[in-house]
């Protein structure tokens, strides 16, 4: 593992962060034009065809949509991608893409686009978005935030930043009470958090279906989600920001159960919740299956991985579990989470 690291760092040593490049996803509002994600070298590449279009915006959204900001990615993840219009009465009015075969509950009826591709996969998978990417519409050859219900001649745009200076690329996480939460940057590390309530178990977060063992399930304002089971297996766990865990009522449970890790800002800093490093801008759920990235590079370094130390042992690949298993994390001292990158 310290083979790994020493790699890690070197890769991102030699990185150059000048300019701020997107990769640009490009969703017409129309049934059966073709989705795709153009490089910033313009190549372009294939993300299916858009086999429905909502009708409709989705109000009441689930609760973390809120901490996002307007016209953003407020989710991403192997199942669905939820963009944020507005907060009204202190909810997120949203507007999702799904794969064609998932299962996405907080995607309302009538308010999503129907991707035809394989969950875990392309806009889901190695060219899903960073939590807070921005979103517009393409309409009448200029670009507008995207507000409302698009129109049928409208192209949705989300563009997702790659990696930038100073980048993150890993976090380490001690999962006991009061437990740092340390970032190690290409300009040093810090504690940037600390753990209120520790993981010790892992439950059906029915996303993971879609997802692979020691990967990201979600990202989103308020929660990353953690598979623990293999694809086609339902098991994982999740860390969530401490505001998230007292104010929203559906997450109040999270406090008996072993299922959730809660971690608490450090005094006089910020709310964690729609925030940098772990909250936005961080996470996507990856590569896997037929994804085919530009290069080597991109095609292992695209995706999150989350390994453990086991009662304070050698990091390793985390244990699988699938259904609840309310110990079967109970060993696990520390968490570590590799952030992904794209080519150099």
């Known amino acids: ?96 893409l799904v794969p064609s075969v998932t299962i996405a509950p907080a995607a309302g009826r ?26 517009f519409l393409e309409r009448n050859g200029s670009e507008i935030p ?19 200076s100073p980048k993150i690329f890993m976090v380490d996480i001690e999962n006991r009470p009061g437990g740092r939460v340390i970032a190690h940057t290409t300009s040093g590390v810090k504690v940037i958090a600390r753990v209120i309530h520790t993981v010790g178990g892992v439950g059906r977060f029915e996303g993971t279906k879609f997802q692979s063992v020691g990967r990201i399930r979600a990202s989103h304002s308020g929660v990353i989600d953690v598979s623990t089971s293999r694809r086609g297996e339902i098991g994982g766990f999740q860390i969530m920001p401490l505001k998230h865990a007292l104010t929203s009522k559906e997450m109040l449970n999270a406090w008996k159960l072993t299922q959730w890790m809660i971690i608490s800002p450090l005094p006089g800093a910020k709310d964690l919740e729609g ?31 989350i390994l453990c130390r086991r009662n304070g042992g050698q990091w390793q690949r985390l244990p699988e579990f699938s259904g609840r298993v309310d110990d079967a994390l109970k060993d696990i001292t520390h968490l570590r989470l590799y952030f992904p990158f794209w080519r150099l």
Request: aromatic content about 8%.
């Open 1 to 96: 593992m310290k083979k790994l690291l020493l790699i890690f760092m070197i890769l991102f040593a030699s990185c150059s962060w000048a300019e701020e490049k997107f990769i640009e996803l490009r969703v017409p509002c129309k049934e059966n034009s073709e989705a795709e994600a153009i490089l910033p070298d313009g190549e372009k590449i294939s993300l299916g065809r858009v086999l429905m279009t909502p009708s409709k915006t989705n109000w009441p959204a689930y609760t973390a949509s809120k901490w996002s900001e307007k016209s953003s990615v407020c989710a991403s993840a192997v199942n669905a991608v939820h963009i944020l219009l507005n907060v009204e009465k202190d909810r997120g009015r949203i507007i999702s």
């Open 110 to 135: 009538g308010s999503f686009f129907s991707i035809e591709c394989e969950a875990g996969t392309g806009l889901f998978g190695g060219f899903a978005p960073l939590t807070g990417s921005k979103v």
């Open 275 to 305: 925030q940098a490093p772990l909250f936005k801008d961080s996470f996507i759920p990856g590569t896997q299956l037929n994804d085919k990235l530009p290069d080597v590079f991109s095609q292992y370094g695209r995706k999150s991985l």
């Open 146 to 164: 995207l507000a409302d219900v698009p129109k049928s001649s409208d192209v949705l745009i989300i563009k997702t930043k790659l990696p930038e």
